[in-house]
């Protein structure tokens, strides 16, 4: 089974920015639509960005203009560009492979000053 492992989380500041990386351990992570997902402290988990094999993205209202999400086949790899950060943006960022149930473990990105 495919396996996702998240890294790239932390504290910025409000302002600031931070790239999310999530590593998958098998070559069909090409075939796959992948996405970001996040869950703030109280709140159900919600989709921040999809990436459909090809490459199109896909974005949230909340965050469309600041993040962005691209990958790489190659490197089996999906990032998250995560500009303009504000406290709400503080959450747990999930990677996760579309309409499976496949997850990473999470990555704390803490905004605050």
């Known amino acids: 089974q495919v396996q996702l492992v998240e890294s790239g989380g932390g504290l910025v500041q409000p302002g600031g920015s931070r790239r999310l990386s999530c590593a998958a351990s098998d070559t069909s992570f090409r075939l796959n639509t992948m996405g970001w997902y996040r869950q703030a402290p109280g709140k159900q988990r919600e989709s921040v960005a999809i990436?459909?094999?090809?490459?199109?993205?896909n974005y949230d209202g909340s965050v469309k203009g600041r993040f962005t999400i691209s990958r790489d086949n190659a490197k089996k790899m999906v990032y998250l560009q995560m500009n303009s950060l504000t406290p709400e943006d503080t959450a747990v960022y999930y990677c996760?492979?579309?309409?499976?149930?496949?997850w990473g473990q999470g990555t704390q990105v803490t905004v605050s000053s």
């Open positions: 996760h492979i579309i309409r499976s149930t496949i």
């Open positions: 990436i459909t094999p090809a490459g199109s993205p």
